[in-house]
C-alpha cells in the first residue's frame, strides 16, 4: 500500500494569519483506497489544514501536489472541480429541500447531465435514492422526501453519496461522526469504508479514536499545528494514540488507576469519586 502514488500531497506547508503561525511543515499525502486519519484536539489545526487541502487557503509557503504534479487552488471550487469534496459535520445539505433536489443543487449542469438543465424531479429522485441505498442505505426510498426530516447519519451518508456520484476523488470528512450516536456513527463508519472501497482517498478528521481507528489506514496526529506522530494501521494501540492528542500522560495516569483498581477489586471498574483530578466527573 506504501508505494500507491499519492493523489494529493502536502509538501513543507505551512501557514500563517497575519502573525499567527497555525501550520507547521505539515507533510501528507493521501491515497486511493485509502483513509488518512486526521486527529488532533480542539485548536490543533485540523480545519485549517483541511482547508488549505480544499483549496480554500493557500499555504504560506509549501507546495500542494495532485497525482505527483504540483498544483495551485485557485479556490474551494477549483480544488472541487479536481474532485475534491468536503463533507461538513451536519452533511451540508438544505433541510428545506427535497433529497432528490439537494442531491442537484449547485452542481454544474454542463457537466455530463444535460438532459437534466431542465429540473426533472423524477429522473433527479430516481439518481439520489439510488445512489445513497448502493452506499447501503436502504430506509431511504422516497426521493421526495426533505432532507430536514433525515437522520444525521442519514445526511451525512446523502452528501457523500452525492460527492461520490458527481466523480469524487478525495473525500474530506470533518468530525462526520462528533454529533451522532453509536448507531448513526457506525452507518457513517460504514459509509466511510465504502467509499474506500470504491478506491476513493478518504481524510477522516475525528478526535473520537475509536472511531478513528475503526477505519484508518493512515493516521496523523496534529498538535499546536504539526504533525507530532504519523503511522499506519496496526502500528499504535488505542491507549497510545489517546495519549499522543492529549499531548501528555493524563489519560495514561487515568487508565493505570482504572486497572489498579480493577485488580484489587475483582474486576470491577472504581465508582466516579474513586478517581482523582478533573478528569473524573
Ligand atoms: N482565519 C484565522 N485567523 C487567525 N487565526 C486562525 C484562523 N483560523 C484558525 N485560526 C487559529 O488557528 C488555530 C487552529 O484552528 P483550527 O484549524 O480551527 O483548529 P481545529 O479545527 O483543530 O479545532 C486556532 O488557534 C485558531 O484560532
Ligand atoms: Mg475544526
Known amino acids: 500500500m506504501n ?7 502536502l509538501r513543507n506547508v505551512n501557514k500563517s494569519f497575519g502573525p499567527i503561525d497555525v501550520l507547521h511543515d505539515i507533510s ?37 501536489l495532485m497525482d505527483g504534479q504540483p498544483v495551485t487552488f485557485t479556490g474551494p471550487s477549483d480544488a472541487q472541480g479536481r474532485g475534491i469534496a468536503t463533507v461538513h459535520q451536519f452533511g451540508g445539505t438544505f433541510p428545506l429541500m427535497s433529497i432528490g433536489r ?35 442505505i436502504t430506509r431511504i426510498d422516497d426521493g421526495d ?9 442519514e445526511r451525512q451518508s446523502l452528501a457523500i453519496a452525492r460527492a461520490v456520484y458527481f466523480g ?12 451522532l450516536g453509536v448507531k448513526q456513527a457506525s452507518h457513517v463508519l460504514r459509509i466511510v469504508n ?12 475525528t478526535h473520537q479514536v475509536m472511531h478513528a481507528m475503526t477505519v484508518g489506514d493512515h493516521f496523523a496526529v496534529l498538535i499546536r499545528g504539526a504533525i507530532a506522530a504519523d503511522f499506519r494501521r496496526g502500528e ?6 489517546t495519549d499522543l492528542m492529549a499531548g501528555g500522560e493524563t489519560m495514561a495516569d487515568l487508565e493505570a488507576q482504572v486497572e489498579g483498581y480493577m485488580e484489587t477489586h475483582q474486576g470491577h471498574p472504581p465508582p466516579a469519586k474513586v478517581l482523582e483530578g478533573p478528569a473524573a466527573q
Open 102 to 136: 439537494s442531491f442537484f443543487v449547485g452542481v454544474e449542469p454542463t457537466k455530463g447531465w444535460g438532459p437534466f438543465r431542465i429540473y426533472d424531479r423524477k429522473r433527479a429522485n430516481e439518481i439520489a435514492v439510488k445512489a445513497v441505498r448502493d452506499f447501503g
Open 28 to 64: 501528507l499525502r493521501v491515497r486511493a483506497g485509502e483513509v488518512l486519519c486526521l486527529l488532533g484536539d480542539n485548536g490543533a489545526g485540523k480545519s485549517t489544514l483541511i482547508k488549505t487541502l480544499a483549496g480554500v487557503h493557500k499555504p504560506t509557503s509549501g507546495e500542494i
Open 194 to 205: 465504502e467509499a474506500k472501497k470504491r478506491g476513493l482517498a478518504v481524510v477522516f478528521i
Open 168 to 179: 469524487a476523488r478525495v473525500l474530506i470528512l470533518d468530525e462526520p461522526t462528533a454529533a
Open 145 to 153: 422526501r426533505l432532507v430536514g426530516g433525515l437522520s444525521g447519519g
Open 3 to 9: 508505494d500507491k502514488p499519492a493523489i494529493l500531497e
Open 236 to 241: 499504535k494501540s488505542r491507549e497510545e494514540i
